[in-house]
């Protein structure tokens, strides 16, 4: 699902502030790391949906909170690439149908070591079939019940198919390890770098250092997530001082505090893709010249200087920039109002009005709309910009219309792909099927030779940049402000395993 201001999935709606309250805290330049204190962070919330179950997190301080208290086996590094985590090492067999998993000397917060059974029971809850987990898509290759542990260690998955990239799946989101039969979570024990201490649903949930965590004990030694629902009342609380993290800021605060000395801002760049989507088996973008010309008629630049208040990159019609296997060699495009003209022409689609949908359902997909629609005007093509439903905004344009607008948050290439670009992906909202790009996929993630894998990544991205159905102008930053005598916080691309992540962070 594409990633918007408020959560995961677009909880937008109901959510009341919460005033907070506490005392303020000296704003020293952050020094050399130390240990001891209490970190406030102010993060949007759910009210009542909230949960500490970590296989039905959805929202971003949901994400955060299962972050600090549990571990998957691997998860997200800064090029979106799976990295270990739980699991020590991973081993494909020679046809990619059997992983073998070591996992880490780790214990959970009762003082019980992570053990191969708990791993099988956790991947076999999320895939339960009567039960909504995000994680099951992703792990829905796995053949469970010929999958086993062959010690406390170590875990061999079957697979439905070859499947070399797999470690991806370990990494989806909320693939957490919790322990064998654990169902209630109103105190929740995880292996996590921060244990449970208290919770009110709505407000505000603390926790302490782990010290037996299997990566180091954590710097801090309180952590508490509180809950302010707008945008101004994080701001607020870090300025005032009752918080020293606030997650997800504007540009504009970022512009309007960037020089001040009351709160330093943190970007990570490339944390959500900005796009427009063309259905390419449909009137009008069925015709290819027409979708090029839409690629040239973009001025990417004042894009990405208007409606990100110049915060974020420049993209270049592909998912994924600087992420593992990005094609960063292809040739960058440019606007080209003539070309573009010649082309619309070609396409006998001069005179014609395409509706563009949109919708406040993501920031900055109407002011992006609103942009390119004017930046269309004189090229013979007008774009219409029609606002819909913000709830049932991505239902609808999955299947309805020929244009609209897109978001989406980071995720490794591969994942893209499979649940975007293929024949039977389930949110290929371009309705983009191509035989010889299905083969190009099949040919990628069935293969254990890195550099043949990169050959068809490349050549999958090719294709795309040539002729596919997403016009993805930018890249946007992620934004928190901090206390300036907060350090260690790190710059990883939003949905990865830095972003909002405390147990590196200090208080100076």
């Not at 973008?285 to 409606?307: G, H, I, K, T």
């Not at 550099?451 to 490349?458: F, I, L």
């Amino acid at each position: 699902m594409p990633l918007n201001r408020r959560g995961f999935l677009g909880l937008t709606t109901g959510l009341t502030v919460v005033t907070l309250a506490g005392c303020g805290s000296g704003a020293a330049p952050a020094s050399a790391p130390r240990t001891g204190g209490r970190l406030r962070a102010a993060f949007a919330g759910g009210g009542a949906k909230e949960v500490l179950d970590p296989h039905l997190a959805n929202l971003f301080v949901e994400a955060a909170r299962s972050k600090a208290m549990f571990d998957k086996l691997a998860d997200l590094g800064t090029d979106v690439s799976p990295q270990p985590r739980l699991a020590e090492k991973w081993e494909p067999n020679a046809d990619l149908t059997r992983w073998r998993i070591t996992l880490r000397q780790a214990k959970f917060h009762d003082g019980k070591p992570v053990r191969a059974q708990d791993v099988l029971a956790s991947y076999a809850r999320i895939l339960d079939p009567n039960r909504a987990f995000r994680a099951k898509s992703s792990l829905a290759l796995i053949d469970l019940p010929n999958s086993r542990a062959v010690d406390d260690r170590t875990v061999e998955f079957a697979l439905k198919r070859p499947f070399g990239e797999f470690p991806n799946a370990l990494a989806a989101f909320g693939a957490y390890i919790v322990p064998e039969g654990a169902e209630d979570f109103t105190k929740p024990v995880g292996s996590g770098a921060f244990s449970f201490v208290s919770f009110e649903p709505g407000r505000s949930v603390l926790l302490k250092r782990n010290p037996d965590y299997w990566e180091g004990a954590p710097l801090l030694d309180e952590l508490e997530f509180v809950i302010a629902n707008e945008e101004s009342a994080r701001t607020n609380a870090l300025l005032g001082g009752q918080v020293e993290y606030a997650h997800d800021l504007t540009p504009t605060t970022a512009r309007s505090h960037a020089a001040g000395d009351r709160m330093t801002i943190h970007r990570s760049p490339n944390s959500a893709v900005q796009a427009f989507a063309m259905k390419v088996d449909r009137a009008p973008f069925d015709n290819r010249d027409l979708r090029e010309a839409m690629f040239l008629l973009a001025d990417r630049p004042q894009l990405v200087e208007s409606v990100l208040a110049g915060s974020g990159q420049v993209g270049n019609d592909l998912f994924g920039k600087d992420y593992q296997h990005y094609a960063s060699d292809l040739p960058q495009r440019q606007r080209d109002l003539d070309k573009a003209k010649f082309l619309i022409r070609k396409a006998g689609a001069e005179g014609l009005t395409v509706k563009l949908d949109t919708s406040t359902a993501a920031a900055g997909m109407v002011e992006a709309a609103t942009v390119f629609a004017d930046q269309a005007k004189g090229s013979g093509l007008t774009i219409e910009v029609v606002q819909g439903n913000k709830d049932s905004y991505w239902a609808d344009t999955l299947k309805n219309g020929s244009l609209s607008s897109f978001r989406s948050g980071a995720m490794p290439i591969e994942t893209h792909i499979a649940q975007r670009l293929l024949k039977g992906s389930g949110t290929n909202v371009t309705k983009w099927a191509r035989p010889e790009f299905d083969a190009l996929y099949e040919k990628a993630v069935s293969t254990s030779d890195q550099s043949a894998r990169n050959d068809a990544y490349r050549e999958m991205q090719r294709v795309l940049h040539a002729e596919g159905g997403y016009l993805m102008w930018g890249f946007a930053d992620w934004i928190v402000g901090a206390k300036p005598n907060v350090g260690g916080i790190s710059t990883a691309p939003a949905n990865t395993l830095d972003w909002a992540r405390f147990d590196k962070v200090w208080l100076g």
